[in-house]
Antibody, heavy 121, light 107 residues
Framework: QLQLQESGPGLVKPSETLSLTCTVS??????????WGWIRQPPGKGLEWIGN???????YYNPSLKSRVTMSVDTSTNQFSLKLRSVTAADTAVYYC?????????????WGQGTLVTVSS | EIVLTQSPGTLSLSPGERATLSCRAS???????LTWYQQRPGQAPRLLIY???SRATGIPDRFSGSGSGTDFTLTISRLEPEDFAVYYC????????FGGGTKVEIK
């Protein structure tokens, strides 16, 4: 089964760029049945979808974050990445990467353990 | 944009009791793309139910999903200690949206 693991800095300064990478194992990121997604969860709050990327590089972003988000994929390393620019304290959250079973029921069927990113000077 | 409203916000029950969680969509949605997740404290969400009523691999049969149109329900027939958690519904229309969650806590 798929396993996903987030990595990146746990502390980012306000106005800077948050950068995270998700490493996929147990399967190929080039699997045509899947998109790859980022979801975040502010402390004590609910889940917010950030965006999805396909192995071809096609991306879909949450309109509320679109102006600040860039996602990319590297099929050679089985990784995909998230960049969120101009962060503020409101971007403090646990960031999850997940596989989106797009060819099926469009559910996020595998999730990383999550990584807490704190925005603070 | 479709909004998913989950109720109640918190459900206080005892082990062995039945839990009924609601997810209401702001407009009719396809049940094919209606999903439920469980999130235990300190853990990532886990896929429970997809397609409104199909249990994911390894999910016990005390969990069941139902509904169509705008009203969907997650039922836990008899609560086990490990079932006390937060539950989210999610729909994928043009993009994924999540409900606000229902916390099932021990009474």
């Amino acid at each position: 089964q798929l396993q996903l693991q987030e990595s990146g800095p746990g502390l980012v300064k306000p106005s800077e760029t948050l950068s995270l990478t998700c490493t996929v194992s147990g399967g190929s990121i080039s699997n045509s049945n899947y998109y790859w997604g980022w979801i975040r969860q502010p402390p004590g709050k609910g889940l917010e979808w950030i965006g999805n990327i396909y192995y071809s590089g096609d991306t879909y972003y949450n309109p509320s974050l679109k102006s600040r988000v860039t996602m990319s994929v590297d099929t050679s390393t089985n990784q995909f990445s998230l960049k969120l620019r101009s962060v503020t304290a409101a971007d403090t959250a646990v960031y999850y990467c997940a596989s989106l079973h797009y060819a099926g029921n469009r559910d996020f069927n595998y999730w990383g353990q999550g990584t807490l990113v704190t925005v603070s000077s | 944009e479709i909004v998913l409203t989950q109720s109640p916000g918190t459900l206080s029950l005892s082990p062995g009791e039945r839990a009924t969680l609601s997810c209401r969509a702001s407009q009719s949605v396809s049940s094919t793309y209606l999903t439920w997740y469980q999130q235990r404290p300190g853990q990532a969400p886990r896929l429970l139910i997809y397609g409104a009523s199909s249990r994911a691999t390894g999910i016990p049969d005390r969990f069941s999903g139902s509904g169509s149109g705008t009203d969907f329900t997650l039922t836990i027939s008899r609560l086990e200690p490990e079932d006390f958690a937060v539950y989210y519904c999610q729909h994928y229309g043009s993009s994924p949206t999540f409900g606000g969650g229902t916390k099932v806590e021990i009474k």
